[in-house]
T-cell receptor, first 113, second 113 residues
């Protein structure tokens, strides 16, 4: 079946540090890939997405590139802020499965001033 | 445009009882998906409804059921509650076509005692 694996947290960083969260996937079809963010007490917000190989999704300084050859979609940000503290989820969607999202386990990120 | 609303936000139930959760999607959206979020299992897809029809279903027992009304509002029901059903239940809405974004609600926190 389809699955997403992402690095376990928590990841603790200082403000302005570089952030990388690894994400790899296994899919039966050709997936679209997503990063969602969850702030305390809230639902999920879409951070960025990529729908085909070599696409780069970007938003709010975050970037991720769809790498079909390594089945990866790593999230990066060059300079994190305290406000980036949250849980980040990598997810995939197979077109044939409608809107079903398959999520990774989530990575908690804590940015200290 | 109002976002996805879920009611109630918090709920405490006793083992063996049943519970109904409600989700109102963004106006004009016809697809509603439900997810269960727990610390142990992470985010898991329950089911998706589109135009009052279940379009996809996850691997949950039959105690978990849902429906969608003609105004696209959706309910999910859990019968014979177990302690392991304690979770944050999230719903997401989208137009239901193509690669459009899904918008998540804040969730309903269910505690089973």
């Amino acid at each position: 079946g389809d699955s997403v694996t992402q690095m376990e947290g928590p990841v603790t960083l200082s403000e302005e540090a570089f952030l990388t969260i690894n994400c790899t996937y296994t899919a039966t079809g050709y997936p679209s890939l997503f990063w969602y963010v969850q702030y305390p007490g809230e639902g999920l917000q879409l951070l960025l997405k990529a729908t085909k190989a070599d696409d780069k999704g970007s938003n709010k300084g975050f970037e991720a590139t769809y790498r079909k050859e390594t089945t990866s979609f790593h999230l990066e940000k060059g300079s994190v802020q305290v406000s980036d503290s949250a849980v980040y989820f990598c997810a995939l969607r197979i077109k044939a499965a409608g809107n079903k999202l398959t999520f990774g386990g989530g990575t908690r990120v804590l940015v200290k001033p | 445009k109002a976002g996805v609303t879920q009611t109630p936000r918090y709920l405490i139930k006793t083992r063996g009882q049943q519970v109904t959760l409600s989700c109102s999607p963004i106006s004009g959206h016809r697809s509603v998906s439900w997810y269960q979020q727990t610390p142990g299992q992470g985010l898991q897809f329950l089911f998706e409804y589109f135009s009052e029809t279940q379009r996809n279903k996850g691997n949950f027992p039959g105690r978990f059921s849902g429906r969608q009304f003609s105004n696209s509002r959706s309910e999910m029901n859990v019968s014979t509650l177990e302690l392991g059903d304690s979770a944050l239940y999230l719903c997401a809405s989208s137009s239901g076509r193509g690669e459009e974004e899904q918008y998540f609600g804040p969730g309903t926190r269910l505690t089973v005692t």
